[in-house]
Structures are given as structure tokens and as C-alpha cells.
């Protein structure tokens, strides 16, 4: 048997793990411990922190999403947040008595659907988005920024046609208000459902980049459409598609942060 | 034998410069067909327009008597022909393995598949889970290679595989690219080693300033010296 033969019989590589990049938060989160007296306040403190930048998160990753590997420089991410906000408030004001109720069944009820219109029409704002506004500027920065603060300033003008300059409050559930106690530490039970949306986006788009083939036809395509289309696959479509869930991303997260304001 | 892929009359424009100017040649099914020519001739300009990258402004292209000229690049390379371009064209921040899951169009890798392309191409194997940035010249059109041949193609066209590559690299390519047609694939090879052409070829198509000038059996014109410095300006004792 040649060398060769021997090599091609061989077992590949396996593919190893890297946790350094998880400890980060922990790193960061232990080194602020000895600046802070109280370890209950640390621990209220760290995990609002958390909160706060899970919610940065959900609303930057549909951002990242556009430019990391559309190299669309969307300068109207923006409005797409608050579109989401505002379409919550068609929900959640109307029913402002489901939401408090002392009971985790209404609360869903009032809260699934706000959530779901808030995702579904900031997805299809970005498909028109991407079609009438995005597409013909394609590669063309300079274009991208002017077009996109155009079309922010736009969504702007309109929110405030249809629902005033007034702020709206937007309400939390019964359920989701007050505090668990970790001891001495009180934790905001809000913040931790912020939390965890936040890993769930997370690990989602972790599995989705990295373990599908839709993941690996985004990377591919961010890097040499044409040589992605040569290979037989249709990446404006799958791109159309990006741009609709960086969007709707961001209606997600301007839901969390009208409610976080609105407290 | 039957021409699998068969240009009429092609013409194409990139911008304002008309660089095609209706070339006519056929490929014959399962044999390899040569496109030589100077730089400048038109060669990587036809296989791009084979394959949609640039539209063909006039003309017929026909894959298998299917008109093929229309079609968007996706449904061309749907149709069985895979492409392997002078840039090589890897994606660079994806894995060798990430490489090939893409270019495995239909589903799964064959195993079997992959350790055929792996004999040939060692070195994939090796570097299985590095990013295809890190890799060599050679690494990456072996890469490329692998990419065309991870499933049966109707029809492969490749672009100056050969070229700045170090020679024991060549040789690799070479003796894929023979088992290869061993095999029954159809391939269209620009080329501008005149050697590897004369090794690979069956047949051969000369271009120059868009049009193809000549077209014949690789035999011939590897025998007749005068035939080669009219059409290309050389002979193969000075191009070795």
C-alpha cells in the first residue's frame, strides 16, 4: 500500500473546542468584584449588567448580521428597533389588563402575540428595505450611510404620523415584576429573562452560522458571491433572508427595551 | 463523438469593450478539450460566460442541447458543470471541510469520493479543519480542484490551474485531472503551459482577440511546429 493509500484510510481531524472566549464574561464580571463592598450588590449589579448588555445584544446582533456578512452599512438599524417597540404597544396597551393579571397564562397571552407582530413586521419592513432601498447600493458605502439615514429619518417621521410624540409606556407582566432573592441579593426576574433571550439569540445564531449549511452559504457569500453562485446556489435570496432576520432582531430587542424604559 | 457543450456565434461585452466577438467551438462528451491562446484572447472571458458570470450579449450556448445562455449561474452549474476559476477562488475564512460541505451541492460527502480526491491531493487531509486563508498557493487550487470534484459533474471548466504553481504541484494536478478523464469526465481546460496541454488535451481550440481561430485534435497541432508558432507564437522546444 502506498503512502498515499495509508493517508486516504486515515481518520480527519476532529474539531476542537475553544471556551476561552465564554470566560470572558466571568473574567470581567470577577474583576470588578473587589471595587464593589457588598457581595449582594455584586451580584445585583453583575447580573443587571448582564441584562443590560443581553438586550445591546439581541439589538446589535441583527446589525451585525447586515454588516458583518452583507457589508451593508445600515445606518437605519435604528428604526427598525423602534418600529419594534411601537409594534408591541398595538398589543400590549390594548391589553394592558391581560398583562396584569396574576396569572403566567394571560401575561403570555398579551405577551407571544406583541412579540410575534413586533418580529413579523420589522422582518417585512427589512424585506421592502432591502429590496427598494439596500440593493441598489450594494457595495457602495458612501451610498449605504446616506441612503439608510434617509430611510431612518423617513421611519421616524412616520412613528410620530401614527402614534404622536408621546412617549407610551410599555407595560411588564404581572409575572415578570419584582425581584427573586439570592440570598441577601435581590434580582430583578425581568433582567434574567432578558438574560436568557439573550443566550438563546446567542446560541442560536452560534449553531445557525457555524453548523448549518445556510450558516456556511452566508460566510461563503459575504466573502465571493459570485463564486457561491458558480457552486449553484441562489445567495440574493439567502441575503433578502439575512436582512429579514437582522430586522426582526431588532424589533425583538426594541420590545425588551421599551419594556426596560418603560419601568 | 457527440459535443456536450457547443458555443454559436457568442459574443460578449464587459462594459463598453466588446471582448467576444462570436466564438464558435463544441467540447466532445468525455473528452478533454484544450482553449489556448495569449493573455488577452478571450479564454477566461468564454468560460465565465459559459458559466453566466459575464452574459453572452449575442449567440447560443448549448449544454447537452439545452440552451444554457439565459439561465442564471446557479441553474447552470445546477445543470452539471462545475467551475474552477484562475483565482482559485476558496473562501478563505471557511475550513477545507466548510470548502467541500459547500460544494457537495446534492447532501452528504462521499467518503469514498473524498478519500479518492484525498490520494490525490494529501494535504487536504492534513489541514481537514484549517481555514482555507491559511494554505498555500498550491494548497488552495488542490482545494478548488476538490471542490469541482466532490460530486460528478457533466462538465468541468477549468482555468490556468497550472499556473504559478511549483512543479511537483502541477504534477498532482495533472495525474487528478488524467484519472479524472480516465473516468469519462468531460473537461474544458484553459491552459498556458503548452506542455501539460499536450499531455491532458484531446482536442484544442486556439483563440485570439475573441474569436477561436483554431480548432483540431491536440495531436496534430502538437506535431506540427509552424502551426503552433502561427497561432501562438511558440513551439514546445522553447516552452518547456
Same mark, same amino acid.
Given at each position: 500500500?502506498?503512502?498515499?493509500?495509508?493517508?486516504?484510510?486515515?481518520?480527519?481531524?476532529?474539531?476542537?473546542?475553544?471556551?476561552?472566549?465564554?470566560?470572558?464574561?466571568?473574567?470581567?464580571?470577577?474583576?470588578?468584584?473587589?471595587?464593589?463592598?457588598?457581595?449582594?450588590?455584586?451580584?445585583?449589579?453583575?447580573?443587571?449588567?448582564?441584562?443590560?448588555?443581553?438586550?445591546?445584544?439581541?439589538?446589535?446582533?441583527?446589525?451585525?448580521?447586515?454588516?458583518?456578512?452583507?457589508?451593508?452599512?445600515?445606518?437605519?438599524?435604528?428604526?427598525?428597533?423602534?418600529?419594534?417597540?411601537?409594534?408591541?404597544?398595538?398589543?400590549?396597551?390594548?391589553?394592558?389588563?391581560?398583562?396584569?393579571?396574576?396569572?403566567?397564562?394571560?401575561?403570555?397571552?398579551?405577551?407571544?402575540?406583541?412579540?410575534?407582530?413586533?418580529?413579523?413586521?420589522?422582518?417585512?419592513?427589512?424585506?421592502?428595505?432591502?429590496?427598494?432601498?439596500?440593493?441598489?447600493?450594494?457595495?457602495?458605502?458612501?451610498?449605504?450611510?446616506?441612503?439608510?439615514?434617509?430611510?431612518?429619518?423617513?421611519?421616524?417621521?412616520?412613528?410620530?404620523?401614527?402614534?404622536?410624540?408621546?412617549?407610551?409606556?410599555?407595560?411588564?407582566?404581572?409575572?415578570?415584576?419584582?425581584?427573586?432573592?439570592?440570598?441577601?441579593?435581590?434580582?430583578?426576574?425581568?433582567?434574567?429573562?432578558?438574560?436568557?433571550?439573550?443566550?438563546?439569540?446567542?446560541?442560536?445564531?452560534?449553531?445557525?452560522?457555524?453548523?448549518?449549511?445556510?450558516?456556511?452559504?452566508?460566510?461563503?457569500?459575504?466573502?465571493?458571491?459570485?463564486?457561491?453562485?458558480?457552486?449553484?446556489?441562489?445567495?440574493?435570496?439567502?441575503?433578502?433572508?439575512?436582512?429579514?432576520?437582522?430586522?426582526?432582531?431588532?424589533?425583538?430587542?426594541?420590545?425588551?427595551?421599551?419594556?426596560?424604559?418603560?419601568? | 463523438?457527440?459535443?456536450?457543450?457547443?458555443?454559436?456565434?457568442?459574443?460578449?461585452?464587459?462594459?463598453?469593450?466588446?471582448?467576444?466577438?462570436?466564438?464558435?467551438?463544441?467540447?466532445?462528451?468525455?473528452?478533454?478539450?484544450? *482553449?489556448?491562446? !495569449?493573455? %488577452?484572447?478571450?479564454?477566461? /472571458?468564454? &468560460?465565465?460566460? +459559459?458559466? $453566466?458570470?459575464?452574459?453572452?450579449?449575442?449567440?447560443?450556448?448549448?449544454?447537452?442541447?439545452?440552451?444554457?445562455?439565459?439561465?442564471?449561474?446557479?441553474?447552470?452549474?445546477?445543470?452539471?458543470?462545475?467551475?474552477?476559476?484562475?483565482?482559485?477562488?476558496?473562501?478563505?475564512?471557511?475550513?477545507?471541510?466548510?470548502?467541500?460541505? *459547500?460544494?457537495? !451541492?446534492? %447532501?452528504?460527502?462521499?467518503? /469514498?469520493? &473524498?478519500?479518492? +480526491?484525498? $490520494?490525490?491531493?494529501?494535504?487536504?487531509?492534513?489541514?481537514?479543519?484549517?481555514?482555507?486563508?491559511?494554505?498555500?498557493?498550491?494548497?488552495?487550487?488542490?482545494?478548488?480542484?476538490?471542490?469541482?470534484?466532490?460530486?460528478?459533474?457533466?462538465?468541468?471548466?477549468?482555468?490556468?490551474?497550472?499556473?504559478?504553481?511549483?512543479?511537483?504541484?502541477?504534477?498532482?494536478?495533472?495525474?487528478?485531472?488524467?484519472?479524472?478523464?480516465?473516468?469519462?469526465?468531460?473537461?474544458?481546460?484553459?491552459?498556458?503551459?503548452?506542455?501539460?496541454?499536450?499531455?491532458?488535451?484531446?482536442?484544442?481550440?486556439?483563440?485570439?482577440?475573441?474569436?477561436?481561430?483554431?480548432?483540431?485534435?491536440?495531436?496534430?497541432?502538437?506535431?506540427?511546429?509552424?502551426?503552433?508558432?502561427?497561432?501562438?507564437?511558440?513551439?514546445?522546444?522553447?516552452?518547456?
Amino acid at each position: 500500500m502506498s503512502a498515499t493509500d495509508m493517508e486516504a484510510g486515515a481518520a480527519l481531524p476532529k474539531v476542537p473546542v475553544d471556551y476561552l472566549p465564554l470566560l470572558l464574561p466571568v473574567a470581567l464580571a470577577l474583576a470588578a468584584l473587589p471595587f464593589i463592598p457588598s457581595g449582594s450588590t455584586w451580584v445585583t449589579l453583575t447580573v443587571a449588567g448582564l441584562a443590560m448588555g443581553m438586550m445591546i445584544f439581541v439589538m446589535a446582533s441583527g446589525l451585525t448580521l447586515i454588516f458583518g456578512l452583507m457589508d451593508v452599512l445600515n445606518f437605519g438599524h435604528g428604526a427598525f428597533i423602534a418600529i419594534g417597540a411601537y409594534m408591541a404597544t398595538l398589543v400590549l396597551v390594548p391589553l394592558a389588563g391581560w398583562m396584569q393579571a396574576d396569572s403566567v397564562w394571560l401575561n403570555l397571552a398579551a405577551v407571544i402575540p406583541a412579540i410575534a407582530l413586533a418580529v413579523g413586521v420589522t422582518g417585512l419592513l427589512g424585506l421592502a428595505f432591502e429590496r427598494v432601498v439596500i440593493a441598489p447600493v450594494y457595495g457602495q458605502h458612501l451610498k449605504q450611510i446616506l441612503i439608510t439615514m434617509g430611510g431612518m429619518i423617513v421611519a421616524e417621521q412616520v412613528l410620530y404620523a401614527f402614534f404622536g410624540p408621546q412617549q407610551i409606556p410599555l407595560p411588564l407582566p404581572t409575572t415578570l415584576r419584582g425581584s427573586f432573592m439570592l440570598g441577601e441579593a435581590a434580582v430583578e426576574k425581568y433582567r434574567v429573562v432578558c438574560v436568557v433571550v439573550g443566550l438563546v439569540v446567542f446560541l442560536a445564531m452560534l449553531a445557525i452560522l457555524n453548523r448549518t449549511k445556510i450558516g456556511l452559504l452566508i460566510r461563503a457569500g459575504v466573502e465571493n458571491t459570485e463564486m457561491v453562485e458558480a457552486l449553484g446556489y441562489r445567495i440574493t435570496r439567502l441575503f433578502v433572508g439575512v436582512f429579514m432576520a437582522g430586522s426582526a432582531l431588532a424589533g425583538l430587542g426594541g420590545v425588551m427595551w421599551g419594556s426596560t424604559a418603560s419601568r | 463523438m457527440s459535443e456536450l457543450l457547443t458555443l454559436s456565434g457568442v459574443e460578449t461585452h464587459i462594459g463598453r469593450y466588446h471582448i467576444l466577438h462570436g466564438v464558435e467551438f463544441g467540447v466532445p462528451e468525455g473528452r478533454t478539450t484544450m *482553449l489556448l491562446g !495569449r493573455n %488577452g484572447a478571450g479564454k477566461t /472571458t468564454t &468560460l465565465r460566460t +459559459i458559466m $453566466g458570470l459575464w452574459r453572452a450579449s449575442a449567440g447560443v450556448i448549448r449544454l447537452g442541447g439545452q440552451r444554457i445562455e439565459t439561465l442564471s449561474t446557479p441553474d447552470i452549474a445546477r445543470a452539471g458543470i462545475g467551475y474552477v476559476p484562475e483565482t482559485m477562488a476558496v473562501f478563505s475564512d471557511l475550513t477545507v471541510k466548510e470548502n467541500l460541505i *459547500l460544494a457537495a !451541492r446534492e %447532501g452528504e460527502m462521499d467518503q /469514498t469520493r &473524498l478519500d479518492w +480526491i484525498f $490520494g490525490f491531493f494529501p494535504p487536504l487531509r492534513k489541514f481537514w479543519l484549517s481555514r482555507a486563508g491559511t494554505l498555500s498557493g498550491g494548497q488552495k487550487q488542490m482545494l478548488s480542484f476538490a471542490r469541482s470534484l466532490i460530486e460528478p459533474r457533466r462538465l468541468l471548466l477549468i482555468d490556468e490551474p497550472t499556473k504559478g504553481l511549483a512543479p511537483a504541484i502541477i504534477g498532482a494536478l495533472i495525474d487528478c485531472l488524467k484519472e479524472v478523464k480516465r473516468r469519462g469526465a468531460t473537461i474544458l481546460l484553459v491552459e498556458q503551459n503548452f506542455r501539460v496541454a499536450q499531455e491532458i488535451g484531446d482536442t484544442v481550440g486556439v483563440m485570439d482577440n475573441g474569436r477561436v481561430i483554431h480548432s483540431g485534435t491536440m495531436a496534430a497541432l502538437a506535431a506540427d511546429e509552424q502551426l503552433q508558432h502561427r497561432l501562438l507564437g511558440l513551439s514546445l522546444d522553447t516552452h518547456q
